[in-house]
């Protein structure tokens, strides 16, 4: 499935096999559970599903590689063997060694919070592999996201930030076409608009 040229919006599913993420955390962490929740989904009507190893919600801790690949490679492998091959399935990680990891355990497309701030080498992943790469905006890390976020025109500063980070990867050797960006969730960006 080409994601990037379809006729109808396309629904993520989102499956954190995490202990502490915003709606779901704790509740996956057993792989075959997982695995039931994210086919459930699909039933339900997701296009793709999104797995995540590291939550990334406000204040969060960072959770390190080797354990962000125990939580998601059991899940991806699963799923890819019982999943239909339209059924694009995505890691939310920043870290090029779970990127690359993931995408040879079946995964179609990363999804990076930093949008490769916190591991440039996750760009020169994405180039290799040819497949969408979806960057998003945040002020600061997930630890200081809600320190006091300050935009004067929140529109232009996030389209701003986008677009360099878009140019960024092109000039990592990622694919224009490959390219996804997500002005990030509401909840994250919270403004003290300044005049």
Same mark, same amino acid.
């Given at each position: 499935?080409? =994601? ?9 599913? =989102? ?6 993420? *915003?709606?779901?955390?704790? %509740? ?11 086919? %459930? ?7 793709? @599903? ?27 492998? &699963?799923?890819?063997?019982? /999943?239909?091959? %339209? ?11 779970? &990127?690359?990891?993931? /995408? ?29 790469? @979806? ?25 701003? *930030?986008? /677009? ?14 490959? @390219? ?16």
């Amino acid at each position: 499935m080409n =994601i990037l040229h379809t006729e109808r919006p396309l629904i993520m599913g =989102i499956l954190n096999v995490t202990p502490d993420s *915003f709606s779901d955390g704790g %509740n996956y962490l057993d792989s075959d559970d997982a695995v039931m929740h994210a086919l %459930n989904m699909i039933g339900e009507g997701a296009d793709m @599903i999104d797995v995540g190893g590291e939550s990334t919600r406000p204040g969060s801790e960072r959770v390190d590689a080797a354990e962000q690949l125990r939580r998601v490679l059991p899940v991806i492998t &699963a799923l890819r063997n019982q /999943l239909p091959g %339209n059924v694009l399935l995505s890691v939310d990680t920043t870290r090029a060694e779970v &990127a690359e990891a993931a /995408l040879a355990a079946g995964a179609g497309m990363i999804n990076d919070i930093s949008a490769g701030r916190d591991d440039p080498e996750i760009m020169r992943v994405m180039a290799r592999a040819k497949c969408p790469y @979806i960057l998003m905006h945040m002020q600061g890390t997930p630890q200081t996201m809600q320190d006091q976020p300050v935009y004067r025109d929140v529109v232009a500063e996030v389209l701003e *930030f986008l /677009l360099a980070r878009a140019e960024a990867a092109q000039g990592e050797g990622v694919s224009r076409d490959q @390219i996804i960006i997500d002005p990030g969730r509401s909840e994250e960006h919270t403004s003290e608009l300044q005049s």
